[in-house]
């Protein structure tokens, strides 16, 4: 808690984002050549609700997190069918995506 209370939780976000979009063109090059995402977003929807609502939001913004995860790995074979070893582009796109969003 100390390194997000001096950093700033934007910071670490946004570093976050860019270590992933970065890790997602080294999987695509790899991938490509045949060589073979952070616990800071649960910390933002605490902060964005009082007491009250808090545990009601904290379990639409998990249900929503298991959901898109659930959808992305039952998706994913199909996109990669397609995509064939450029399939983490697509990851890229959106992680940057998201940087510049919360930038």
Do not use: D, K
């Not at 950093?7 to 695509?28: E, K």
């Amino acid at each position: 808690m100390f390194i997000v209370e001096r950093v700033g939780r934007r910071s670490l976000h946004l570093v976050g984002l860019m270590g992933m979009a970065v890790s997602a063109v080294f999987i695509t090059v790899a991938m490509a050549l045949l060589i073979g995402p952070g616990p800071i977003p649960w910390f933002i929807v605490p902060e964005l609700f009082s007491q009250g609502p808090r545990p009601a939001a904290m379990s639409v913004a998990g249900f929503s997190n298991w959901s898109a995860n659930f959808l992305v790995g039952m998706g994913f074979q199909h996109v990669e069918q397609l995509c064939g070893p450029y399939v983490f582009i697509i990851f890229t796109v959106l992680l940057l995506g998201f940087f510049v969003f919360t930038y």
